[in-house]
T-cell receptor, first 114, second 113 residues
Framework: NAGVTQTPKFRVLKTGQSMTLLCAQD?????MYWYRQDPGMGLRLIHY???????AKGEVPDGYNVSRLKKQNFLLGLESAAPSQTSVYFC?????????????FGSGTRLTVV | GQQLNQSPQSMFIQEGEDVSMNCTSS?????WLWYKQEPGEGPVLLIALYKAGELTSNGRLTAQFGITRKDSFLNISASIPSDVGIYFCAGLNYGGSQGNLIFGKGTKLSVKP
């Protein structure tokens, strides 16, 4: 029972490089989310998706793009990484509208941009 | 936007002590959730509250949905070392922002054996 799987777990990028973070869930959840977590800032929503083929901006979307081509996958892209994007990134998914039964989180991707 | 004020930011306690933390908001929420995050892991749901005044327990954890619907409380009784982690509250207002959860900034709990 995998739940939400994030790859990679760790990554170091140089400023200006691009990368894609992959999130996969096997719970048939409609809703998926990308958060970033920074010390003292809690969890901030980057982008989210309410179903296959749909995406929407969250609280801090600048510098990121997302795609939800398949229901089980939600990709987070950084086109030109900046040191300010050094963070721990969490993907989450939920069953009902707005996560009424709570979100299931992945174990995170720790990204460092140098 | 909506914000949750979670306090305290951090706690250092002795094993066996009870712990209390809370979350307040200027907005009304329809659902309150409490999560725990252990080092190197993602948050895990502990307790979900759906009605004002509701009191729900999960083992040594007890959470309450405030009567005003603007606050929630989490208590941990007889703390043990494995309680260490960051505890997040989260609120949901069905009418706002596609129903996304709003998270507090967390309470970091340290337990001294």
């Amino acid at each position: 029972n995998a739940g939400v799987t994030q790859t990679p777990k760790f990554r170091v990028l140089k400023t200006g490089q691009s990368m894609t973070l992959l999130c996969a869930q096997d719970m048939n959840h409609e809703y998926m989310y990308w958060y970033r977590q920074d010390p003292g800032m809690g969890l901030r929503l980057i982008h989210y998706s309410v179903g296959e083929g749909t995406t929407a901006k969250g609280e801090v979307p600048d510098g990121y793009n997302v795609s939800r081509l398949k229901k089980q996958n939600f990709l987070l892209g950084l086109e030109s990484a900046a040191p300010s994007q050094t963070s721990v990134y969490f993907c989450a998914s939920s069953y009902g509208a707005g996560g009424l039964r709570g979100y299931t989180f992945g174990s995170g991707t720790r990204l460092t941009v140098v | 936007g909506q914000q949750l004020n979670q306090s305290p930011q951090s706690m250092f306690i002795q094993e066996g002590e009870d712990v209390s933390m809370n979350c307040t908001s200027s907005s009304i929420f329809n659902t309150w959730l409490w999560y725990k995050q252990e080092p190197g892991e993602g948050p895990v749901l502990l307790i979900a509250l759906y009605k004002a005044g509701e009191l729900t327990s999960n083992g040594r954890l007890t959470a309450q949905f405030g009567i005003t619907r603007k606050d929630s409380f989490l208590n941990i009784s007889a703390s043990i070392p494995s309680d260490v982690g960051i505890y997040f509250c989260a609120g949901l207002n069905y009418g706002g922002s596609q129903g996304n959860l709003i998270f507090g900034k967390g309470t970091k709990l340290s337990v001294k054996p």
